[in-house]
């Protein structure tokens, strides 16, 4: 059994910042789960452009809010405590925050080792042999 308290992720290599986010990796591929499990928070009035081209990602929001943007229809979807959202189909987006910090907890598949950033095309790169992470 695996147990957490994802304060304990807080400041330690498995939170991971930018300036438009800190994900909390609480669950990694080395936990052996066949999925990742984070808490994320978007900073209020940021943009960020995601295309998971190497991962299915589904998001519970908690807290907050914001808006994500599909950029294949540019539709807009609002986004606060209740709403779940699945990139079932590596949809590109641009993730909002709106004027509260959103807080999601987020699940991927394939996991993540946990330093995953996104790079220039908003991709985290695909998983590495377990042997190497």
């Keep these: ?71 294949a229809d540019g539709k807009r979807y609002a986004l606060g405590p209740g709403v779940v959202y699945a990139l079932d189909q590596h949809d590109a987006h641009y993730l909002r925050g709106g004027a509260a910090p959103l807080r999601v907890i987020c699940v991927f598949n394939p996991p993540l080792r946990g330093d995953e950033v996104h ?7 695909a998983s590495i042999d377990t042997a190497e992470a």
């Design 1 to 71: 059994m695996i147990v957490r308290n994802v304060n304990d992720v807080i400041g330690t290599e498995h939170e991971v910042r930018t300036d438009n986010w800190v994900s909390r990796r609480v669950l990694l591929k080395k936990d052996g789960m066949g999925f990742s499990f984070h808490e994320t928070v978007i900073f209020p009035g940021t943009e960020t452009y995601i295309r998971y081209a190497n991962h299915l990602e589904a998001v519970w929001c908690v807290e907050g809010d914001g808006e994500i943007e599909t950029t």
């Design 119 to 125: 790079d220039a095309d908003g991709i985290y790169p």
